[in-house]
């Protein structure tokens, strides 16, 4: 199908998920969750070369069912981030496959650090963007305008803030591709009434010292 | 190690996630992005044998690094839910493991539908507990209190409501783990600080027609 949208819904909607090693999972997991619910709509976990990859710590293995060449027109590419996405932003391979897909999407997305990935592949110059906040400055190596929301929609390109942002990037991609109604019965389904137990999931209300202590840690990591 | 707590910290810590044909990844993935970030910490997926399991939808495959057979002494169990869950509800090798692996936990928990089999396997017998909103009086079958909230703990139990409620839960057992700091470091690590797009994500503040049409949605399914 072409142009799938709000009127059109999902019926034949095809999505692909690019899955590598070093991602982080949950980047993944919450839009497949959300976007896999649409009436009609397919995921698809597309690598390089079909087969298992890792995540960054090492402790699970997703399965790619496709390979890059098999699949080259998806409605809806979701790139998600995570540490690997750092060999990623230099290999010819994964940017080629992004920017051939992007130029046929209905909708392209990504979560967390995977907009450095969108970045690297030239997708994101001239467009506004977010990212994991701790790499948001990053974006304008790339030409884009660094943009601290959570959800950020630029013409047809949607970038969400880090990991759990997916969620709500895909909620609000599902309402434009099928409706509020069914946007929010996927909400429901997924029972997404979230309760932190803290206040402390942005830099702007967590205190200093977790912000330093998450700091820190990535720090080590890196 | 055992019996770690908020003083002994997580280090040496192990995470056990039986995972099967049919599950809801996000329930499992969750509980997984929060728990593989506490420091020394390790997270194995464990299913009847290693390999493969597809979701519910077969559009996504995780592999399972060890069989249950190999990981029989976890401190920590996480019990993800999903339509699969009703096919082992009678499977006893499924039950068999989740009591023996109950019998020498510090917590046992369970996401969405993952509370049924804890139930089945008589693991909630005269406890508080939680499900999916759609699947709470259920149970009562097991001899367990039903409770309309998001996380529920009792003793060593704790159970969450619906698919992205295993990120609440999994937030409020790092800080038993590992002290409130540690917690709000991995909150703002995955950038958790939900801005859902609609109100709809419980059946208490959905308006009615949501309600219905996840109930058809899911009456469909089944």
Redesign the interface.
């Known amino acids: 199908m072409s142009a799938p949208g709000h009127r059109g819904g999902s019926a034949g909607l095809r999505i692909a998920i690019p899955i590598f090693d070093g991602l ?3 980047d993944a ?2 839009p ?2 959300v976007l ?1 619910r649409l009436p009609g709509a ?4 597309v690598a390089a070369a079909a087969g ?1 990859v890792r ?1 960054e ?1 090492g ?5 790619a ?1 496709a390979a890059f060449d098999e699949l080259v027109d998806p409605d809806v590419l979701v790139v998600p981030g995570g540490f690997g996405t750092r060999a990623l932003m230099d290999d010819p391979v994964t940017l080629r496959w992004l920017r051939a897909v992007h130029a046929q999407t209905t909708w392209t997305t990504s979560v ?1 650090t995977g907009s450095l990935l969108l970045g690297a592949a030239g997708i994101l110059d001239g467009l506004r963007a977010t990212s ?2 701790l790499e948001l400055d990053t974006l304008a190596d790339f030409g884009a305008e660094p943009v601290s929301e ?2 950020v929609i630029d013409g047809k390109v949607i970038t969400a ?5 997916g ?2 990037m895909a ?2 991609l599902a ?1 434009r591709l099928a409706g ?6 996927i ?12 206040r ?4 702007a ?3 200093p ?3 330093e ?2 700091r820190l ?2 720090a080590r990591l890196a």
Chains 1, 2 share one sequence.
């Open positions: 982080t999972a949950l997991i919450g497949y969750e896999s397919t995921v698809s976990f298992r995540t710590n402790m699970l293995a997703l399965h069912d967390c994991h906040w959570r959800v803030a880090g990991v759990s942002a969620i709500d909620l609000t309402a509020d109604d069914l946007a929010q019965a909400q429901l389904g997924i029972e997404y009434d979230p309760h932190p137990p803290f402390s999931g942005s830099p209300t967590a205190a010292e977790i912000v202590l998450v840690r990535r």
